[in-house]
T-cell receptor, first 114, second 115 residues
Framework: AQSVAQPEDQVNVAEGNPLTVKCTYS??????LFWYVQYPNRGLQFLLK??????LVKGSYGFEAEFNKSQTSFHLKKPSALVSDSALYFC????????????FGPGTRLSVLP | GAGVSQSPSNKVTEKGKDVELRCDPI?????LYWYRQSLGQGLEFLIY????????KSGLPSDRFSAERTGGSVSTLTIQRTQQEDSAVYLC?????????????FGEGSRLTVL
């Protein structure tokens, strides 16, 4: 069975500081991994994904994520946080098998303080 | 439009009434998903349509919930005899493939309030 954990309900960071939002996963076989962001009263927006190859993936709005197979992690990072990055962030996994469903983590609320 | 469209954006209903929520996926997308989200919390999977295969209904919380997808395009989620605990935002998403690395594209959601 697939599962995703986001161990922190809330992450607070000062504007200009680096941010990390953590994600670990469990899946049979190789995974596809995704990060989404949700702003208040909006749907989820795709940020980035890992398919294969380079473990460091770059995405929208200056975000990046590092795939670590041995630690089964896919942490989201940004070198310098903006107040506008404050939102709800979801990690998701999908097994590399035909017809497999997406499994989402519980979400982490990021607050960037001015 | 170019994105996933959901209607209505807001629906207020009385307990016991039936409601229908509509999702227009991105043209050509073969996979369609329904999720439920309560008060800015996590996503609860409801149902997954994958091309011409039988849908994965494993997430539907009760037999009051049903969904169909006509012609491989538009989907309708129906909730019969609504209860207050059904109040949530219902999110629809589509994907260009029924497998693989294609990401989900989400609509803005339908906010359901059951009084």
């Amino acid at each position: 069975a697939q599962s995703v954990a986001q161990p922190e309900d809330q992450v607070n960071v000062a504007e200009g500081n680096p941010l990390t939002v953590k994600c670990t996963y469990s899946v049979s076989g190789n995974p596809y991994l995704f990060w989404y962001v949700q702003y208040p009263n909006r749907g989820l927006q795709f940020l980035l994904k890992y398919i294969t190859g380079d473990n460091l993936v770059k995405g929208s709005y200056g975000f990046e994520a590092e795939f670590n197979k041995s630690q089964t992690s896919f942490h989201l990072k940004k070198p310098s946080a903006l107040v506008s990055d404050s939102a709800l962030y979801f990690c998701a996994v999908r097994a590399q098998s035909y017809g497999q469903n997406f499994v989402f983590g519980p979400g982490t609320r990021l607050s960037v303080l001015p | 439009g170019a994105g996933v469209s959901q209607s209505p954006s807001n629906k207020v209903t009385e307990k016991g009434k039936d409601v229908e929520l509509r999702c227009d996926p991105i043209s050509g997308h073969t996979a369609l998903y329904w999720y439920r989200q309560s008060l800015g919390q996590g996503l609860e999977f409801l149902i997954y349509f994958q091309g011409n295969s039988a849908p994965d209904k494993s997430g539907l919380p009760s037999d009051r919930f049903s969904a169909e997808r006509t012609g491989g395009s538009v989907s309708t989620l129906t909730i019969q005899r609504t209860q207050q605990e059904d109040s949530a935002v219902y999110l629809c998403a589509s994907s260009p493939t029924t497998g693989g690395a294609g990401e989900l594209f989400f609509g803005e959601g339908s906010r359901l309030t059951v009084l």
